[in-house]
Each structure stands twice: as structure tokens, then as C-alpha cells.
């Protein structure tokens, strides 16, 4: 996989902020804005969700993502797709060089399954979601919940398909200061899940904050 640098400066980023382990985090990146995603100590899963910013009803597709380019990775050059098929972000430049969107959010069920019954209250990815998004129907007047989950984006996330298309959820391969970075071709809502789950090496059973940069294109 090439790996691809980013032009862009530090010092001319517009926004920067960073997102503690295990948080939510939410925001908007407007059309032609530039958003950075920096691994600050390395093998962290950042799950996100992408919503046009006008409606919910709008959002990220990893169906459409992954037909459109005819490949299951995310990196540089991949258009983030949505729901109508709208162009949503492009993958500008990329450090890590894989990203998966095939492995799903952690949740309280799925670590019950995969792990032990005792996991069940565990924090997790699917609880952050729905945390982030009610908060942002309460804004609104309006019950934003399940029902606006969609199929998410692990940043950072190695999972690998093998031969005969089994799913593994391997060691990771961002290390500290490697970023992915992305153009907004639409204003969007960025909701973001920095990963708390302990049970698998997504972030080897080690959550760390991230941090994310906004630049004016
Ligand atoms: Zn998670």
C-alpha cells in the first residue's frame, strides 16, 4: 500500500482539539474544508460516522464506498460514498495506509459474544454513538437514536480479509503521529467513537486519545 503525505502545515490548521480515550467527539467540517485524523500514540480505533450536515437522514455508506472503488480498504483516492451516492469526504493523504469499515462498532452485545457475559457492561463504540447523537436531536428538538446508526469507519483498524473471505481483527499497524486526512465535498457532521474497547487489539487493549484537525481548503 503507498502511503501518502499530507502538504498541509501544523501551524496553519484552523481547529485543532483533542479527543481523550475512549470519548465521543462530534462536529462539522464544512465543503472544502480539509479534516485530519492524527493517531497520537498508535494503534488507537477511531470509529466514525459521517452525516450530511442538513440532514441525518443522509450518510455514510460503506456499501456504496466499497462497490464504487471495487476495493474493501480505505486510503488515499477513496471517495467516501453516502446513501444517495453523494461524494461525501476524498481521502487525501494517508500515513497509516489501512482503515477498515467492514468490522463494525463494538458494542455491550457484541462483547457479550465474543468475549464473556461479565464484558456486558463494558463501555463501547455503539454506547458513544448513541450518547453523541442524542445530544444532537436534543438540539434540534428531535430523537436521534438507533435508528440513525449506520455501518461506521474504523480508522486505524486492521482488519484483514483472508483468502476464503474470513474476517480477522488483527494487530493494528498505525504507530504514533500517523494520520489520515480527508477533503469534505459536502458539509458534513463528523461523529466520532474513540474506541474504549479493552477485549481485542483494535487499540491494543489500550485506549489512547487522538487528535483531529480542521484546515480552510
Ligand atoms: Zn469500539
Known amino acids: 500500500m503507498a502511503l501518502v503525505e499530507s502538504k498541509l502545515q501544523i501551524g496553519a ?3 485543532r482539539e483533542v479527543i481523550p480515550a475512549g470519548e465521543p467527539w462530534m462536529g462539522t467540517v464544512k465543503r472544502g474544508q480539509y479534516f485530519r485524523i492524527l493517531d497520537l500514540e ?3 480505533a477511531v470509529d466514525t460516522l459521517f452525516y450530511r450536515a442538513d440532514t441525518i437522514e443522509e450518510r455514510y455508506s460503506a456499501t456504496d464506498t466499497i462497490r ?3 476495493n ?3 486510503t488515499t483516492g477513496t471517495a467516501l460514498l453516502s446513501n444517495d451516492c453523494n461524494t461525501m ?3 487525501t493523504a494517508d ?3 489501512r482503515h477498515d469499515t467492514l468490522g463494525g462498532a463494538c458494542s455491550a452485545e457484541s462483547n457479550t459474544v465474543r468475549y464473556a457475559l461479565e464484558k456486558r457492561h463494558m463501555h463501547s463504540c455503539r454506547d458513544n454513538f448513541l450518547v453523541a447523537l442524542a445530544r444532537w436531536g436534543a438540539r434540534y428538538g428531535r430523537d436521534f437514536g438507533k435508528r440513525d446508526l449506520a455501518s461506521n469507519i474504523n480508522f486505524f483498524m486492521n482488519v484483514p480479509v483472508m483468502p476464503q473471505g474470513q474476517l480477522r481483527f488483527a494487530d493494528g499497524i498505525s504507530s504514533a503521529g ?3 486526512e ?3 465535498e459536502m458539509d458534513v457532521t463528523v461523529l466520532i467513537s474513540n474506541c474504549p474497547q479493552l477485549n481485542n487489539p483494535c487499540n491494543a487493549y489500550n485506549p489512547t486519545p487522538v487528535e483531529v484537525m480542521v484546515w480552510e481548503g
Open 42 to 44: 498508535g494503534n488507537q
Open 182 to 184: 480527508m477533503r469534505a
Open 95 to 97: 500515513t497509516c495506509g
Open 13 to 15: 490548521a484552523s481547529h
Open 72 to 74: 474493501i480498504y480505505l
Open 178 to 180: 500517523r494520520y489520515v
Open 68 to 70: 464504487a472503488q471495487g
Open 89 to 91: 469526504l476524498t481521502i
